[in-house]
């Protein structure tokens, strides 16, 4: 935390008892409390953070930031004690711009990605647009902070206090471009509250994070958050309306004085920016495309159809923030795909591939599978399973896009976490009955290689860039690209 202090009235907290104190930092766990600093007690999904108010008094702190709820909850722990407490609506929200006046100035452009699937490769996209165009840029999300300035992440979309130290350290090393990934828990949660994009993009919205969400009218409120309530004015909204959801927040925002919205397509007829054609070979595709009805042709080094609509948001949102169109045009050629997105991991000497795919839903499992098939004479072999404490409901439809889309199907485990990965498995094999079930991943990936014979290839789905496994609380190091290579070479012998 910073060594400085600030009153709480500069920080926007006006408190409802006690005095109008100088803080020493702000914290949202009570086992991190330092002396003076303000304590926000935030509604979570399993407990109330006013539980620990108690805790957090006891360790020093000066203030409390709570909702009315947790006042009530935290009444006990307050009474006699004398401590400044801020009571408000919606505490996330509240403590998300206390945490944007605590660290100070944030970089000048900063852009956010939502949708299903697909954020981080926009933003990585952005980042690399911007950065052939010679600025230093950075993109934040998933795979941590990367570009200009690099870091390890946590949460796709962070906290607000990771965030918005995180934005100032940005600015002040001269780092004024940010493309940054706004996650339906993030929107939903508040980490974002205090950051005004000047362009955003939506990208899809298919079934994911239901157990969190309950259901897609809620899941798809909480990422048009993005465009109702954050994104500047005067900003530009980059929306993909191949997508029903899509279509649907286009038509909404459309009427807002101001606003300006890019439409994407590829196969809706209205839209500013619309791929007309596309040849695909072995390593890209060339695609024909009309932008604000000017005709362009673009070489990308990337695979699958959805990589271009990809790629044509990123191209937007750096027009729509102020960038040259023919400029960043000219640079789209140079992309390169993000670790463990259609990454290709490993290649068997009689030639079949291995690539990794970060494919962790029914729709990008189908997506992925379909990218690869028109380069695959032989069959299409998948490894693939669904990460445990998260949306039951998508594990049979994973196993049906499996098995309507690949030929051979080895299902194992992917993050089990706090479940039993057996009861996961069988779930996922609900919707994909004939998959040969392997629990060890790596034994999957080694079963799955050997099975490649020529002309044949293979998808490894749904970790991606991950390095871990995660089970219960244990994460035990695990890499499917190294794990694709390993394969390789304990059936091939090393060259
Ligand atoms: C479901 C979810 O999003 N949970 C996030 C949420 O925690 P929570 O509200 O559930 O916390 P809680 O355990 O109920 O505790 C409530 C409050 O009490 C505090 N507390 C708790 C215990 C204690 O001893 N003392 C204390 O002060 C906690 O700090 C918290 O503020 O707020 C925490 C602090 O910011 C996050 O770490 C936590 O992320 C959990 C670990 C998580 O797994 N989140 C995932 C699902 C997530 O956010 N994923 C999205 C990406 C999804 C995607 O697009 O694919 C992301 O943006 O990363
Ligand atoms: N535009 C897209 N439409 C559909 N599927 C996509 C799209 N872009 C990527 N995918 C698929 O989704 C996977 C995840 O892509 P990416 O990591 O870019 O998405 P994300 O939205 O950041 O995911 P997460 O929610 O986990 O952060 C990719 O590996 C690919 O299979
Ligand atoms: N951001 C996603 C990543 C899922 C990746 C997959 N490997 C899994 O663990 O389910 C999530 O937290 O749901
Ligand atoms: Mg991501």
């Given at each position: 935390m910073a060594s400085h202090t600030i009153m709480l009235s500069a920080l926007g907290l006006t408190p409802r008892v006690g005095p109008d104190v100088a803080i020493t930092g702000l914290v949202?766990?009570?086992?991190?409390?330092?002396?003076?600093?303000?304590?926000?007690?935030?509604?979570?999904?399993?407990?109330?953070?006013?539980?620990f108010v108690g805790a957090a008094i006891a360790g020093g702190a000066g203030a409390i930031l709570t909702d009315r709820a947790g006042a009530d909850l935290a009444a006990g722990a307050l009474e006699g004690a004398e401590i400044a407490l801020v009571v408000v609506e919606d505490a996330r929200a509240a403590l998300a711009h206390a945490a944007h006046l605590?660290?100070?100035?944030?970089?000048?452009?900063?852009?956010?990605?939502?949708?299903?699937?697909?954020?981080?490769?926009?933003?990585?996209?952005t980042r690399q647009i911007w950065e052939a165009l010679g600025h230093p840029a950075v993109n934040i999300g998933t795979t941590g902070v990367e570009g200009s300035h690099t870091a390890p992440?946590?949460?796709?979309?962070?906290?607000?206090?990771?965030?918005?130290?995180?934005?100032?350290?940005?600015?002040?090393?001269?780092?004024?471009?940010?493309?940054?990934?706004?996650?339906?828990?993030?929107?939903?949660?508040?980490?974002?509250?205090?950051?005004?994009?000047?362009?955003?993009?939506?990208?899809?919205?298919?079934?994911?994070?239901?157990?969190?969400?309950?259901?897609?009218?809620?899941?798809?409120?909480?990422?048009?958050?993005?465009?109702?309530?954050?994104?500047?004015?005067?900003?530009?909204?980059?929306?993909?309306?191949?997508?029903?959801?899509?279509?649907?927040?286009?038509?909404?925002?459309?009427?807002?004085?101001?606003?300006?919205?890019?439409?994407?397509?590829?196969?809706?007829?209205?839209?500013?920016?619309?791929?007309?054609g596309r040849?695909?070979?072995?390593?890209?595709?060339?695609v024909l495309?009309?932008?604000?009805?000017?005709?362009?042709?673009?070489?990308?080094?990337?695979?699958?159809?959805?990589?271009?609509?990809?790629?044509?948001t990123a191209a937007a949102l750096c027009i729509a923030s102020g960038e040259d169109p023919d400029a960043v045009f000219s640079v789209l050629g140079e992309m390169r795909g993000v670790r463990g997105r259609m990454q290709l991991a490993a290649r068997r000497k009689n030639g079949?591939?291995?690539?990794?795919?970060?494919?962790?839903?029914?729709?990008?499992?189908?997506?992925?599978?379909?990218?690869?098939?028109?380069?695959?004479?032989?069959?299409?072999?998948?490894?693939?399973?669904?990460?445990?404490?998260?949306?039951?409901?998508?594990?049979?439809?994973?196993?049906?896009?499996?098995?309507?889309?690949?030929?051979?199907?080895?299902?194992?485990?992917?993050?089990?976490?706090?479940?039993?990965?057996?009861v996961i498995r069988a779930e996922v094999k609900q919707g994909c009955p004939d998959a040969?079930?392997?629990?060890?991943?790596?034994?999957?990936?080694?079963?799955?290689?050997?099975?490649l014979e020529p002309g044949d290839a293979l998808l490894v789905a749904g970790k991606g860039h991950e390095t871990g496994q995660i089970v219960g609380d244990v994460v035990y190091p695990f890499d499917d690209v190294e794990q694709a290579s390993v394969a390789v070479a304990a059936l091939e012998g090393r060259a």
């Open positions: 949202i766990d009570s086992r991190k409390i330092e002396k003076g600093c303000l304590f926000a007690a935030l509604p979570g999904t399993q407990v109330h953070g006013a539980r605590w660290f100070g100035a944030v970089p000048e452009t900063v852009v956010a990605v939502t949708g299903t699937n697909g954020k981080t490769s926009v933003t990585s996209f992440g946590i949460h796709t979309t962070p906290d607000p206090l990771t965030l918005h130290r995180l934005l100032a350290e940005l600015k002040s090393a001269g780092i004024d471009r940010v493309a940054m990934e706004a996650s339906s828990h993030g929107l939903d949660q508040r980490r974002m509250e205090a950051v005004s994009p000047c362009a955003a993009a939506f990208t899809n919205l298919t079934q994911d994070h239901l157990d969190y969400h309950g259901t897609m009218e809620a899941y798809f409120e909480a990422k048009a958050r993005l465009f109702t309530d954050l994104l500047f004015d005067q900003g530009a909204a980059v929306i993909n309306v191949d997508d029903p959801y899509g279509l649907r927040l286009a038509q909404e925002v459309a009427g807002r004085d101001g606003l300006e919205v890019i439409r994407i397509a590829q196969y809706a007829q209205e839209a500013e920016i619309r791929i007309s040849r695909m070979d072995e390593t890209g595709q060339d495309v009309t932008a604000w009805g000017q005709p362009r042709r673009i070489r990308l080094e990337l695979i699958g159809a959805f990589q271009a609509m990809n790629v044509l079949a591939p291995v690539y990794v795919d970060y494919s962790h839903t029914p729709d990008s499992i189908e997506i992925a599978l379909k990218a690869l098939r028109p380069h695959v004479l032989g069959r299409l072999v998948i490894v693939f399973g669904a990460g445990g404490d998260r949306d039951r409901g998508k594990r049979p439809l994973m196993g049906q896009a499996a098995a309507q889309n690949a030929d051979v199907l080895f299902l194992t485990d992917d993050n089990p976490r706090s479940e039993d990965p057996a040969t079930e392997v629990p060890d991943r790596a034994e999957a990936i080694l079963r799955a290689v050997d099975a």
